[in-house]
């Protein structure tokens, strides 16, 4: 019988029972105003009929019960074993527990490309997402940047640099041979970014203090504040080769190599010009190829973007 069907059967029987109290309790009203003798019998089936009354409705309330359980999701074989890492790597955080860790993976002595034993234990992928997703809203450049997964260090990536020509001929000309485009290759440096955030043990046993949570904050923040500062200015020693931290030229695109950004000058030594400053910024977009400008990104500090905020015409008016 299905749990809808026991429910009406549950209320059809409450039904008659309350339709059955009624009854009694207008016999034992009418019997009262007689002072007829037998009163005892007709309490009796009342109380009767009053527990049936109660015992069908502690069974729909059951049945409610079980039917608004929410069912219970099913877990893949991979799922069922990241929940248990998560669970496992949560004592290792908070005991120094090494026990469940030690029964879901081993140590990870080779984990350096380098080798040797300074390994440890994998983060769980649940916090090790929260830390990526974290440093994705907090650091304006992973926003932009690509990010491609590598398995090696030793990975390259070919630019395609144009160059292809061309040329015009009659319909039976004779059609030479053109330039080809060509292919630059970039290896980017290879490093790793780390941080080593310490807790006391006093944070770690309460019971409120959320321990995945915390190690995903302080993690992400610091990446964050790291791989910025990197892309911008980072030296490509074991990290990114910051924008600004190689060659740039005046030259055009033309002419320049590849692999050297363009600079156009303000005229004024670390500033902009007194009048018209915002002519610069209008000739930097327009030396930029056509075809980058669509999702081009201006990238400046706080300090010169506040400065670029107040830009006025000749009217006052800002900009």
Do not use: C
């Amino acid at each position: 019988m299905s749990d809808l069907s026991q429910i009406h059967e549950a209320i059809e029987t409450a039904n008659r029972a309350f339709e059955a109290f009624k009854g009694l309790n207008d016999q034992r009203l009418q019997k009262l105003e007689q002072g007829e003798a037998g009163l005892g019998d007709k309490l009796a089936a009342m109380h009767q009929a009053f527990d049936e009354m109660l015992g069908v409705k502690a069974s729909i309330d059951a049945l409610e019960a079980r039917m608004n359980r929410p069912a219970a999701a099913y877990l893949s074989d991979a799922e069922q074993l990241a929940q248990h890492h998560k669970e496992a790597f949560g004592q290792y955080l908070r005991k120094g527990s090494e026990l469940g860790l030690r029964e879901l993976e081993s140590k990870a002595y080779a984990a350096s490309t380098g080798g040797g034993a300074d390994g440890g234990y994998a983060i769980p992928k649940v916090i090790d997402r929260s830390i990526e997703a974290l440093a994705i809203n907090l650091s304006p450049i992973r926003s932009i940047a690509s990010v491609q997964e590598v398995v090696t260090p030793d990975f390259h990536k070919l630019v395609n640099v144009r160059g292809t020509g061309s040329g015009w001929v009659g319909e039976v000309a004779a059609r030479p041979a053109t330039s080809t485009s060509g292919l630059a290759d970039i290896k980017p440096p290879m490093g790793e970014l780390y941080a080593n955030p310490q807790a006391t043990q006093q944070m770690l046993d309460d019971v409120f203090f959320d321990a995945e949570q915390w190690l995903a904050e302080e993690v992400a923040i610091e990446f964050a504040r790291a791989e910025g500062a990197a892309f911008i200015v980072g030296d490509g020693v074991n990290k990114p080769s910051g924008f600004l931290a190689g060659t740039t030229a005046t030259t055009d695109d033309a002419t320049r190599n590849f692999g050297v950004l363009q600079h156009v000058v303000t005229g004024v030594a670390g500033g902009f010009p007194a009048t018209n400053p915002a002519d610069v910024l209008i000739a930097l977009v327009g030396k930029m190829k056509a075809a980058y400008r669509a999702n081009a990104r201006f990238v400046m500090s706080k300090a010169l973007l506040f400065e670029v905020a107040s830009f006025k015409d000749t009217s006052g008016r800002y900009i």
